[in-house]
């Protein structure tokens, strides 16, 4: 919807206009249709507006009747016209915007109005009364909110471009977030790229006052130990009722609403709902390539068909990633994670000309268990936890090799533990290679990602009394789902297009969460579950099993069965053939990575470069051309922000 930034220097100088103006510049993509600026003495707020709601009475800054709260918001409350409704008992109304719910529910109920409003956000608060700024952040962290402290001054912004704005930032890169980048092709935690700026966790609030900052938690992805099992009949009736409502909530605007439609189970069900609970036909669009079996553009268009939506489809070229990957770079202030994301944004900027809002289908698989591959793995966890339990040391190995071990049974015989295991299959370039492209001096800071295990090793504890299979269905839906909603805010912000997602609706995440793992990933017959037995996850993912069982069991009364039993594929591009052989995509890889300019830097050791250059390694989902593809990113990444140093 917007691009918010501001100052707060309780203890300093009064904020600086025109800096701040400069800042909210930087993110004029994410509202351009007004602009609105607030200060008083030690608080400044800048404004950007992407007009969804009340398009002429929903200006921001905000503020009460008798300003005493200025608000900058970004995102929608969905349940705002509920809530008007209890509101208005108390309360006067200046305008028609969900905006105003935020300023009187926090007159209503302080801090804890976050806890009432269901939607995506991120808004920064100012009580002038009480000298307090509180910003906030949804739930599950659909809305981006970064921030920094600069000297005395704390500044925060929807996107990092704008906090780089100010003259006195240290852009000092995070070597911890570029290592756990490179491996889970995100940066985990609070941490990015740029060490002096932080993440506002999802479900957070972070309250300043001239005593000093307090970080607040205000929601948790519920875990559940232990599951009443319900019955497949509650379940579907439960998901079909949230999920409706999910979508019909989502297609609140007052401008045009369209739909990503890649042509998988998540969209399909997005556009199929769009369909049903409109009198309109849906927008859709979809985007592919030209090479066999990387494009789901037929797909896209059978469920238009099928649904009667208007259907635009765009094709990407190799070329397209060459010209695109130092723009996009610029546009994300960050390693981009995902190689699809220059299709996002291409697609993102075709759809901008017929609709401001898009619906998408993130969340499913971090919800359903769409991930078989890691998500199934539990079943080799449990091997190797019953053989080290029940078998002497002699027969352990012929017992897992007998259980699908196959070329991992060292790896598998020195598992201690669950996310040992969950690192051996839930990586882009695992550890131990990583380690290997570092240079000493980059190890040597990092102590072999010594901080960042610890922190995945605390999530583990905080959830070890679960079933295996829960647990990393919950590191899914916390971990990983980060990185999808982080791309799909900064491409289509970028193309100043706000993207909805109904499956991260916190009251489906919470019902879902309940429902016990087997009803999600669901083997075929008890024969597949046994045979299962004899071979790894990876071998008995979507051909023994069926994933996210329960969500293509609600989608057969919507969608065509030639979709409904679609195995995942993910929106892959082709880049190991891309980067393979004498291809200008290699050249340029080579021209990137092998450098002079590279290799002064004294992040990565010139001859390993070089040796996974010259040995594609064969391996699955183009995973040799994703990991040349990261490498490349970091090294882009460092030109355009710590080199220029714009």
Not at 242 to 247: E, F, G, H, M
Request: glycine share 6%; net charge neutral; charged share 25%.
């Amino acid at each position: 919807m917007c691009g918010i930034t501001g100052s707060i220097n309780f203890k300093g100088l009064p904020a600086d206009d025109t800096l701040l103006k400069k800042m909210a510049a930087t993110m004029a993509h994410r509202g351009p249709d007004d602009s609105g600026f607030f200060r008083d003495g030690a608080v400044a707020f800048g404004f950007n507006r992407l007009s969804i709601i009340d398009l002429t009475g929903g200006r921001q800054p905000m503020s009460n009747e008798n300003r005493t709260i200025h608000i900058i918001f970004n995102g929608e409350i969905y349940n705002f016209r509920e809530l008007r409704k209890k509101l208005e008992q108390r309360h006067t109304f200046a305008t028609n915007s969900d905006t105003e719910i935020i300023i009187h529910g926090y007159e209503e109920w302080g801090e804890r109005c976050v806890e009432h409003f269901i939607g995506m956000f991120a808004f920064a608060l100012y009580d002038e009364k009480n000298k307090k700024v509180i910003l906030a952040r949804d739930r599950l962290g659909i809305k981006p909110l970064y921030y920094s402290t600069i000297g005395d001054e704390l500044v925060f912004a929807s996107e990092m471009k704008a906090i780089l704005a100010h003259p006195k930032f240290d852009r000092t890169p995070s070597l911890s977030a570029i290592s756990s980048y490179l491996t889970f092709r995100y940066p985990q935690w609070d941490q990015p790229v740029f060490a002096n700026i932080k993440r506002l966790p999802p479900g957070h609030l972070l309250t300043a006052t001239p005593k000093g900052m307090v970080l607040k938690k205000y929601w948790e992805i519920p875990f559940h130990a232990k599951k009443e099992d319900r019955g497949e009949t509650f379940y579907l009736k439960r998901i079909g009722e949230l999920l409706s409502k999910a979508v019909e909530r989502r297609m609140q605007s007052d401008v045009p609403v369209g739909a990503y439609l890649s042509g998988g189970l998540d969209s399909s069900i997005v556009v199929a709902l769009m369909a049903k609970l409109s009198a309109h036909p849906p927008r859709t669009f979809s985007i592919g390539f030209p090479e066999d079996g990387y494009s789901e553009n037929h797909f896209a268009e059978l469920v238009a068909q099928h649904t009667g939506a208007h259907h635009t489809s765009i094709t990407l070229a190799p070329q397209n990633y060459i010209d695109l990957l130092p723009e996009m770079i610029r546009i994300k202030d960050a390693p981009l994670s995902i190689p699809h994301e220059t299709a996002l944004l291409e697609m993102s900027r075709e759809l901008k000309k017929h609709v401001t809002v898009v619906l998408s289908g993130e969340g499913a698989d971090e919800l359903f268990g769409g991930y078989g591959r890691v998500q199934r793995s539990p079943m080799d966890f449990k091997k190797i936890m019953f053989a080290k339990k029940f078998l002497p040391p002699s027969m352990r190995r012929i017992f897992l090799t007998l259980g699908g071990a196959g070329k991992n049974i060292d790896e598998w015989l020195q598992t201690t533990n669950l996310m040992e295991h969950f690192f051996s299959v839930y990586h882009w370039i695992p550890f131990e290679e990583k380690w290997s492209l570092f240079t000493s001096d980059v190890n040597q800071e990092l102590r072999n990602d010594a901080e960042s295990i610890h922190k995945w090793e605390s999530l583990f504890e905080s959830i070890k009394d679960g079933d295996p299979y829960d647990q990393l269905l919950y590191v899914f839906e916390k971990n990983h789902l980060a990185c999808l909603l982080d791309r799909l805010d900064i491409m289509s912000m970028a193309a100043s297009v706000e993207a909805r997602v109904p499956f991260v609706d916190h009251e489906l995440v919470e019902f879902v969460s309940e429902i016990p793992h087997y009803y999600k990933l669901k083997w075929r017959s008890p024969f597949h579950q046994i045979y299962a037995f004899f071979k790894d996850s990876f071998q008995a993912s979507e051909r023994l099993d069926t994933s996210k069982d329960i969500l293509r069991r609600y989608a057969q009364k919507l969608l065509p069965p030639e979709i409904v039993n679609r195995k995942k594929l993910g929106f892959p591009v082709p880049l190991d053939r891309w980067f393979k052989g004498r291809t200008g995509m290699h050249a340029h890889a080579r021209d990137i990575l092998l450098d002079e300019r590279t290799q002064k830097r004294g992040l990565f050791k010139k001859e390993r470069l070089e040796k996974l250059l010259l040995n594609p390694q064969n391996l699955d989902y183009d995973f040799w051309g994703k990991k040349v593809w990261m490498l490349m990113n970091v090294e882009l990444w460092y030109r355009e922000f710590i080199d220029k140093k714009q």
